[in-house]
T-cell receptor, first 113, second 114 residues
């Protein structure tokens, strides 16, 4: 079974600074997909960014970018110019099936003024 | 705008009661999912469905069942609620296709079993 590990239960960043959230995963597959989801307090979970394993180029969505290291099985999320609205629980997720996602345990991000 | 709705935001039930959690999506998605979210454990898959009347067990199906009679609706059933089923329950849906699609989540139902 594939496992997803987020080693940082909590992180803190100051507004306008950059923060990196870590994620590692374990798989024997060569073709798979990785995601970062964001869950703001009392709000719905939404997709932040996705990465296809066959693509070497790191995905980017505005202030959010990933550092995908396939050989190391690492998939970190970088948030640049952090804003108060970025405060949330962030989940890393993996799938190779097109169906269910395997989630990590989450990283709680606090953004301070 | 895509929408996944869940019948209740908060629910309090007694041990032994039969509990129904309803999820409806308006995006014509083939896939629907039920997850359970607990602090420090992340999200764990209970069941998913890839078509009407089709279902597959996830990682923690014990004590739960599901029903999908219509494409837009996916129900989670606790046949006899127990206190260890107190949790946040999240429903999600996605398109079916060659590549995994984004999952869209509902707001969650926080269930307390007394």
């Amino acid at each position: 079974a594939q496992t997803v590990t987020q080693s940082q239960p909590e992180m803190s960043v100051q507004e306008a600074e950059t923060v990196t959230l870590s994620c590692t995963y374990d798989t024997s597959e060569s073709d798979y997909y990785l995601f970062w989801y964001k869950q703001p307090p009392s709000r719905q979970m939404i997709l932040v960014i996705r990465q296809e394993a066959y693509k070497q180029q790191n995905a980017t969505e505005n202030r959010f970018s990933v550092n995908f290291q396939k050989a190391a099985k690492s998939f970190s999320l970088k948030i640049s110019d952090s804003q108060l609205g970025d405060a949330a629980m962030y989940f890393c997720a993996y799938t190779n099936s097109g169906y269910a996602l395997n989630f990590g345990k989450g990283t709680s991000l606090l953004v301070t003024p | 705008d895509v929408k996944v709705t869940q019948s209740s935001r908060y629910l309090v039930k007694r041990t032994g009661e039969k509990v129904f959690l309803e999820c409806v999506q308006d995006m014509d998605h083939e896939n629907m999912f039920w997850y359970r979210q607990d602090p420090g454990l992340g999200l764990r898959l209970i069941y998913f469905s890839y078509d009407v009347k089709m279902k597959e067990k996830g990682d923690i199906p014990e004590g739960y069942s599901v029903s999908r009679e219509k494409k837009e609706r996916f129900s989670l059933i606790l046949e006899s609620a127990s206190t260890n089923q107190t949790s946040m329950y999240l429903c999600a849906s996605s398109l079916s296709g060659g590549a995994p699609d984004t999952q869209y989540f509902g707001p969650g139902t926080r269930l307390t079993v007394l």
